[in-house]
């Protein structure tokens, strides 16, 4: 079977993830997977490093807007040479535009919804609406990476069916002490500081000028916390500036891209994710997997994630709760050990890869045969 996954762009986030977490498993079932992304990429791009070693085809265009017609072309010529027995997409732009030229090929045609944030201001609006008619009148499947992001999108998409899929990852690392120590001591230069560490895009969204400012508040009880941020995006000059003004420049180590997540996670105390909204966060899974103790925002999956024990819900664009909930766990460490095992326990009993796969699986027989059922009545 030979899968097209199709995605707006191949930066950093949960979608570009989940593409490379199917494409590593779906190798070992045998599936055919290729990558299309309607952005350009670098030939150093880490996603496409990644999926090239796993032999899978890249393909990285370049339509900016839903309007630029003239860019069509490449992805037409892609659909039409590619064989594909179904076409898999992702986000907003991708959601529009290869749903629609899948099913004028038909193709059978998968749209993927991974998060709650429904777009309906400023420029994403037009793109919200396009997207709602496209998957609500189309004969596509729907899989939604979480029952918190179907249930955001339930009411603009009417009758239409959503498959709720919930993100899975592997195993969390395991790390030997040393292996430990020796990571720590890379990261933070002091192995015995208390590491905490959030992962994600550096945009507004993910609110981490409100996580210095907390750094900065707990840091008056706590010299010993240090934060460690994986990932990167254009609000990176304005926190390092802003961290500098806090006066916790020296305890903030931003880590660019890391292609370690799990790593780097197995070497941390804390996981913190502060986002206003969220789908099913994989790094939170990531988090959970490694037996972290996780403080996150009510947003998304997440109360059902850390729901008996398993972390420490706040609300969202909350300064104050999240100043004081992280001052709790650092002066409990105690609870982050018993919140950590229960955290890993569930995420592996829940949230493996290969029953992820298998429901990929059947929603894709799904597709085939309403697309089969499709092309009888047309040619009735």
């Known amino acids: 079977m030979h899968i097209a996954q199709v995605i707006d762009a191949l930066h950093w986030g949960g979608a570009e993830k989940w593409i490379l977490s199917f494409s590593e498993v779906a190798k070992l079932r045998g599936l055919v997977v290729t990558v299309i992304s309607l952005q350009p990429l670098t030939d150093d791009n880490p996603y496409r490093i990644q999926l090239e070693s796993l032999g899978v085809e890249v393909f990285a265009l370049s339509i900016p807007t839903l309007y630029d017609f003239a860019a069509m072309p490449p992805l037409l010529r892609i659909f039409q040479t590619g ?186 105390d804390i996981f913190v994710n502060c986002s206003d909204w969220e789908g099913l966060s994989i790094a939170m899974l990531e988090a959970m997997a490694a037996g972290l103790p996780v403080l996150a925002t009510k947003v998304g999956d997440a109360p059902f994630l850390l729901a008996n024990g398993r972390g420490v819900l706040i609300p969202p664009q909350d300064p104050d709760a999240l100043k004081m909930a992280l001052l709790d766990l650092l002066e409990r460490p105690e609870v982050w050990r018993n919140m950590g095992r229960s955290a890993r326990s569930f995420v592996e009993s829940n949230y493996a890869i290969n029953p992820w796969l298998d429901r990929i699986l059947e929603v894709y027989a799904k597709a085939c045969r309403l697309d089969v059922g499709r092309k009888r009545v047309s040619t009735v």
Do not use: W
């Open 83 to 268: 064989h594909f027995d179904l076409v898999q997409t992702h986000l907003t732009h991708a959601n529009i535009l290869g749903t629609l030229v899948g099913r004028s090929m038909n193709i059978p045609t998968v749209a993927t919804l991974h998060s709650t944030h429904l777009g309906t201001e400023g420029h994403y609006h037009t793109r919200s609406v396009f997207e709602q008619i496209v998957l609500r009148y189309s004969p596509c499947r729907i899989i939604a990476v979480g029952n918190g992001v179907a249930e955001a999108h339930r009411l603009r998409l009417g009758r239409k069916c959503i498959d709720v899929i919930p993100n899975a990852v592997k195993l969390g690392a395991v790390l030997t002490d040393s292996a430990r120590e020796t990571l720590r001591a890379e990261l933070v230069r002091d192995s015995k500081r208390i590491v905490i560490v959030a992962v994600g895009r550096l945009i507004p969204l993910k609110g981490y000028s409100r996580l210095l400012t907390a750094l900065a508040y707990v840091k008056r009880n706590h010299p010993e916390a240090v934060l460690v941020i994986a990932g990167d995006g254009k609000l990176r000059n304005d926190l390092e500036a802003e961290a500098f003004s806090l006066g916790v420049k020296q305890d903030v180590h931003f880590l660019g891209f890391r292609d370690d997540v799990p790593r780097l996670l197995a070497a941390a």
